[in-house]
Nanobody
Framework: QVQLVESGGGLVQAGRSVRLSCLSS????????MGWYRQAPGKQRELVAS???????YYVDSVKGRFTISRDNAKNTLYLQMNSLKPEDTAVYYC???????????WGQGTQVTVSS
């Protein structure tokens, strides 16, 4: 069983930056894809950004140019650098990972990001 543990959330003013981290209990060298999702109150969970083993990235339109996803294989950690935060970025952010040869997808417990105006 793989465990993903997010950290780095909190309360931040609009326009400021936050970096989220997701530490994996399994080497992410074997992760075929990893991503960050978010869920705001009353809304569906949405994919914010993802990165493949080939470092191909995807961003939802609303965060392009502001958020950057990256991975540090040596630290088994996925990051989400969030700049120029807006109140509409307020949500619980979840880390997700899929590993080669494993049909399961794994989720972290989530970390709250609240952006005040």
């Amino acid at each position: 069983q793989v465990q993903l543990v997010e950290s780095g959330g909190g309360l931040v003013q609009a326009g400021r930056s936050v970096r989220l981290s997701c530490l994996s209990s399994k080497s992410i060298l074997s992760a075929s894809a990893m991503g960050w999702y978010r869920q705001a109150p009353g809304k569906q969970r949405e994919l914010v950004a993802s990165i493949t083993s080939a470092d191909s990235t995807y961003y939802v339109d609303s965060v392009k140019g502001r958020f950057t996803i990256s991975r540090d294989n040596a630290k088994n950690t996925l990051y989400l650098q969030m700049n120029s935060l807006k109140p509409e970025d307020t949500a619980v952010y979840y880390c997700n990972a899929a590993f080669s040869g494993d049909i399961n997808r794994y989720w972290g417990q989530g970390t709250q990001v609240t952006v005040s105006s």
